[in-house]
């Protein structure tokens, strides 16, 4: 069957087509340029039962093609209405083209409610008859809730999910003070965005930890496969159980039987021959710097084999860097460099792209 290319505003309602009335199959892009030419859309069609194919976000390597059915979108939109007190209307801040803002369309769909697609910068926040919900993610929270109309909008939702990464405490603690109603959401495209509220499994989703902390969701909402790669599909998907298990790249822990996501598999860096977990570091830096101002990761060092480092735009010298996370992290954990770039490379939700980011720190070396 022919899969159709769909962008911007035609992206709800082809969603709605796809999803409520079995239509053809869509792929959903930027625009027809940034097709990637590994989907191969003109010359084989999509894989049997998909109904979406959508990218990943890339910021850790290649971006692959992953396969949604309509039964998983449907699953994944139900599953996130119920748990948030009903259906309702929902806003979108994001770049459609992703599963995070097609999802907000795909769970207006579903319940017959609007979907209104705004700026970026929220500075259009409508509101319409009935519940109100709105997606974002952290980058764009920590620069709202410095602007007391975007408060004062915010705080009229009835649930303001925030994800599409880690999601600094404080910043959560912040916006509830204020009487923002925050979400932190965890998933990613191949369980059709969002699947754990607030620590907790939605309905219909089982959180497994292997012994690694690797994180495993089972749930009618993951996805089908890698668009013609098999291999990779067949080292993220198990179907031995009941149902499809993903096996992702996320370390997690229960506390207080609450999932919490520590970070990724390839966090834990060895400097000095000591292990040194980035997430737990990156969550401190958010923590004092702001989500996203300063970037950790591990370089090569001749003497230490890794070394911690720091990229940022703001105006800081490793000293300042490391006295103001002293305390917080141990020793090994505090970066030991620090460089100053004009712009952080972001892909188009803001997430920070780590890939670009090693690539950068390399031409400077």
């Not at 929270?141 to 880690?166: E, I, N, W």
């Not at 004092?288 to 800081?316: H, K, M, S, Y």
Request: aromatic residues 4%; glycine residues 10%.
């Amino acid at each position: 069957m022919h899969t159709r290319l769909i962008s911007g505003p035609a992206v709800p309602a082809a969603i709605a087509e796809v999803v409520l009335a079995g239509g053809p199959p869509v792929a959903v892009v930027a625009d027809e340029a940034s097709v990637p030419p590994s989907w191969d859309l003109a010359h084989s069609p999509l894989e049997a039962d998909a109904a979406v194919l959508v990218g990943t976000s890339g910021s850790t390597g290649e971006p692959k093609g992953v396969l949604l059915t309509a039964d998983a979108i449907r699953a994944s939109a139900q599953a996130t209405h119920q748990r948030l007190g009903g259906a309702g209307h929902w806003v979108c801040p994001l770049p459609l083209h992703y599963v995070a803002g097609l999802m907000t369309a795909a769970r207006a769909a579903v319940v017959g409610t609007r979907i209104s697609v705004v700026p970026s910068d929220l500075s259009e926040l409508p509101l319409h008859e009935g519940r109100n919900y709105l997606s974002v993610v952290a980058a764009q929270l920590h620069r709202a809730l410095d602007d007391p109309d975007a408060v004062a909008a915010l705080t009229s939702f009835d649930a303001v999910l925030v994800g599409g990464s880690a999601i600094p405490a404080p910043l959560l603690a912040r916006g509830r003070e204020v009487g923002i109603t925050l979400v932190a959401t965890y998933g990613m495209a191949e369980t059709c965005g969002g699947c754990v509220y607030d620590g907790v499994p939605l309905d219909g989703v089982r959180i497994d930890l292997e012994t690694d902390e690797r994180i495993t969701i089972t749930a009618d909402s993951v996805f089908s496969g890698y668009r013609l790669n098999p291999q990779a599909t067949a080292a993220a998907l198990d179907f031995s159980g009941a149902g499809r298990t993903l096996r992702t790249h996320d370390r997690g822990r229960w506390s207080d039987r609450r999932l919490q996501v520590l970070g990724r598999l390839d966090d834990v860096v060895i400097t000095g021959g000591i292990n040194v977990d980035l997430g737990r570091a990156q969550r401190a830096a958010d923590a004092v710097f702001g989500p996203g101002a300063v970037v950790l990761l591990g370089v090569p060092d001749e003497r230490w084999g890794t070394v911690i480092a720091a990229l940022t735009e703001l105006p800081l010298t490793v000293d300042d860097c490391r006295a103001r996370l002293a305390g917080r992290l141990e020793p090994s954990a505090i970066p030991r460099r620090l460089r100053r770039v004009a712009g952080l490379p972001r892909t188009s939700t803001g997430k920070i792209d780590r890939r670009s980011l090693r690539r950068l720190w390399a031409e400077g070396s």
